[in-house]
């Protein structure tokens, strides 16, 4: 299978914590680090060298992301864990600063996939429905093109 946005990278930085990550958000309480490759944000916001390995490029990569068959359906799962956490902010779940991590992943999802409602809803729960300006801004700017040459 073809791979272009070179994806197993998270698939094998998952595969031996993701029964502890499930048990952790079913515990309402991230302990361990895999924010990186569980929940990615777009490239642009983190600087840390897991940041940069685990980034996502572009809009597109976040949809290859979400169409592969283990990647997606683990993203939608796990945000689904976190969405049925009750009477714990997103602070309390994630900490700082990967709460904010969470919210820039949730809010490329969201554009990455309008039609798929946990994405959206989490960001209503725990973020007021605001999404992550930054993540916005970024994607606004890969969608305007550029004309200089």
């Not at 642009?44 to 992301?65: D, I, T």
């Not at 956490?85 to 990455?112: C, W, Y």
Request: hydrophobic share 40%.
């Amino acid at each position: 299978m073809e791979d272009p946005y070179d994806l197993e990278r998270f698939i094998h930085a998952q595969a031996p914590v993701y029964q502890q990550i499930c048990a952790e958000l079913q515990q309402g309480q991230k302990r361990s680090h895999w924010m990186w490759f569980v929940f990615p944000q777009i490239a642009g916001l983190g600087h840390s060298a897991m940041a940069q390995k685990y980034a996502l490029r572009s809009l597109e990569e976040a949809v290859a992301y979400l169409q592969h068959p283990i990647l997606g359906a683990r993203l939608v799962e796990c945000t689904e864990l976190v969405q049925a956490v009750n009477g714990r902010s997103i602070e309390q779940i994630f900490g700082l600063p990967d709460n904010l991590k969470f919210h820039s992943s949730m809010t490329l999802f969201s554009k990455a996939s309008p039609n798929t409602q946990i994405f959206s809803s989490v960001i209503q729960k725990y973020f007021h429905g605001q999404i992550d300006a930054a993540t916005l801004k970024i994607l606004v700017n890969q969608a305007i093109p550029d004309h200089r040459s």
